[in-house]
């Protein structure tokens, strides 16, 4: 696995190479290509935020993508109900 420096490294290479043009942009574009490639980690990051009651149910539906804004439980059910592929989510480790 890659120590930190060598990320930074990385990510100062493309800056300077001008295929981003700053840094969160090259970060922003890192998470977006990790949640395409394995959305259950939005999913998990999106629900324990929520039930940890760090972001509204809007913002949870914002960020998961969702357009309604009804389909998560309540905060102790782990479930979520977004689109199709949202459909009953369950957060491992949380019985309901």
């Known amino acids: 696995m890659a120590d930190m ?6 990510i100062d290479q493309l800056v300077k190479a001008r295929l981003f043009p700053d840094e969160q942009s090259v970060l ?10 394995k959305p259950e980690l939005k999913r998990k990051m999106v629900v324990t ?4 009651g760090e972001i509204s149910l809007g913002k949870a539906a914002q960020i998961a993508g969702s357009r ?29």
């Open 5 to 10: 420096k060598s990320v930074e490294w990385e």
């Open 28 to 37: 922003r574009s890192a998470m977006r290509s990790l949640f395409e490639a």
């Open 49 to 52: 935020a929520y039930t940890n």
């Open 68 to 96: 309604n804004y009804g389909h998560i439980n309540s905060r102790n059910s782990g479930v979520f109900e977004g689109g199709p592929e949202w459909r009953n989510y369950r957060m491992p480790g949380i019985r309901v």
